[in-house]
């Protein structure tokens, strides 16, 4: 069986089974289905940009402009129920660049497309949707302000394949705000090399400049200071997280930072995860809370909580893509 390594999670089973499967080794779903997705347009398709402007158009009627954007991005996240997962959403053919895909979600993409769409409808006007073009550039603009290194496309090691740098690089442009220590997390000292050692499971790491980049970045991310709140514990500090706030899985394997990513959603006073599981999978809530979850989840020990900032609320959030 073909065996895909995906960074920042995506990897695992559902909820209803004891453990995930370890990181990144996703069910192949056959050749005529990976080349498909290898073939897509990075642009995206007619059908996306469908289901861009209805779910701008319906959060836009709905007032998910005017609420606070930890809850605008859970309506946004639940009106993506049942999307199909899909995995390297982001591995399309041509060179590094802003892929645009409503069509499949991943666990990533889910969480950068919901916080995308609800800094869209935050920060452009409504007349911006008469021009079709205009409207593509601009939402394509909000995915490459988070999904990029400095919110710059310079080749594929600028992408944040990894939760960690995703995090670090989204604060410092003002964006979220990492929560994890403060809500008493304990420091988290693994080393960061999983891609470098995994070159075979990345066709861009067969380019040498790459694999030095890519080197460079997880030499740094393991220096950096990090924190998580151990699994034991996310019962006790649930109560501090919000709606909306992005709650990042970390990883028991080997160089991996972190497993699995998703949304926190409050459901009948108990906090689940908002999120897109796995290969054969939809966008679901998690069946059950996430203090439970991760407990029963052999590939993940703890969480990371990261707080999307209010557009405006800080002098250093950017107010543009």
């Known amino acids: 069986m073909p065996v895909s390594l995906a960074l920042a999670g995506c990897g695992g089973g559902g909820d209803e ?3 995930e499967a370890p990181i990144g080794e996703e069910v192949s779903e056959g050749d005529v289905a990976e080349a498909a997705r290898t073939l897509r347009p990075q642009e995206g398709t007619d059908r996306d940009w469908e289901v861009f402007r209805s779910k701008v158009t319906w959060a836009r009627a709905e007032g ?3 609420i606070p954007i930890g809850e605008a991005m859970v309506q946004i996240g639940l009106s993506f129920l049942g999307t199909p997962y899909g995995a390297q959403t982001l591995e399309v053919a041509g060179e590094e660049d802003v892929v645009v895909n409503f069509e499949e979600l991943d666990c990533v993409t889910f969480v950068e497309n919901t916080f ?10 409504p007349a911006v949707m008469d021009d079709e073009t205009t409207a593509r550039n601009q939402y394509r603009g909000f995915l ?5 290194r400095r919110a710059r496309v310079d080749g594929y090691s600028s992408r944040l394949h990894y939760f960690s740098d995703w995090i670090r690089d989204n604060e410092a442009k003002g964006l979220v705000r990492e929560m994890t220590q403060e809500l008493g997390g304990i420091e988290d000292g693994k080393a960061i090399d999983f891609m470098t050692n995994h070159l075979d499971a990345y066709r861009q790491l067969a380019n040498r400049a790459n694999v030095e980049a890519i080197r460079a970045i ?3 991310l393991s220096g950096s200071l990090r924190f998580k709140i151990p699994e034991e514990n996310v019962a006790e500090k649930a109560p501090l997280i919000q709606n909306g706030d ?17 949304l926190a959603y409050w ?5 689940h995860l908002l999120h897109a599981p796995l290969v054969g999978g939809v966008v679901e809530v998690s069946s059950r809370p996430l203090a439970d979850r991760i407990l029963r989840l052999d590939g993940q ?14 002098p250093g959030v950017s107010s543009r893509p």
């Open 144 to 148: 490459r302000e988070i999904r990029y």
């Open 267 to 271: 459901q009948d006073g108990q906090l």
């Open 116 to 125: 995308a769409l609800a800094r869209f409808i935050r920060l452009t006007d």
């Open 301 to 314: 020990d703890g969480i990371r909580v990261t707080r999307p900032n209010e557009v405006g609320s800080d």
């Open 17 to 19: 089974s004891a453990a």
């Open 64 to 66: 998910l402009d005017t």
């Open 218 to 220: 997880e030499f740094e």
């Open 246 to 262: 992005i709650i990042a899985a970390t990883s028991t394997v080997d160089g991996l930072d972190v497993a699995h990513t998703g």
